[in-house]
């Protein structure tokens, strides 16, 4: 991780809120170093443990809710075993591959969505969240 690496996280970590801890710079710079992705908790704790970063793996699991709380990224729920992280905030849609444990984006522009029902009194949507499931054929 480089200096400038590190100040570019710790100004997110700021902005959003949380204060900038070793750990969490740290963890910040492994999720948003490679663009837009999609994580599991254990998936950043071996690359933490890969970059020699001593980190607990619940301490991992913390930080990406504290994150998530916070606004920096998201919580995939496309399967039940298992919780994604997605570092894109931004409204859009996603392709699961199942028995492969792959999550790739689908642009926002590519679903139309119409006839939602309305939210009961009081609430408001606040983001639909479209999984399509894929499998190889003859799987």
């Given at each position: 991780m480089t200096a400038e690496a590190g100040m570019g996280s710790e100004m997110r970590l700021r902005e959003h809120g949380l204060r900038?801890?070793?750990q969490r710079i740290a963890l910040a710079d492994l999720l948003f170093a490679k663009g837009d992705r999609h994580l599991t908790v254990e998936e950043l704790?071996?690359?933490?443990v890969a970059a020699g970063v001593p980190v607990s793996?619940?301490?991992v699991y913390n930080t990406l809710h504290q994150f998530t709380e916070a606004g920096l990224i998201r919580v995939l729920a496309v399967e039940s075993a298992k919780t994604y992280f997605d570092t894109n905030v931004s409204d859009h849609h996603h392709f699961f591959v199942e028995g492969q444990n792959e999550v790739l984006d689908?642009?926002?522009?590519?679903?139309?969505?119409s006839n939602l029902p309305p939210p009961p009194e009081g609430m408001e949507i606040a983001h639909v969240d479209v999984v399509i499931r894929l499998r190889?054929?003859?799987?």
């Open positions: 900038p801890t070793r704790h071996e690359e933490a793996l619940a301490t689908i642009p926002v522009s590519n679903i139309s969505i190889r054929k003859g799987d």
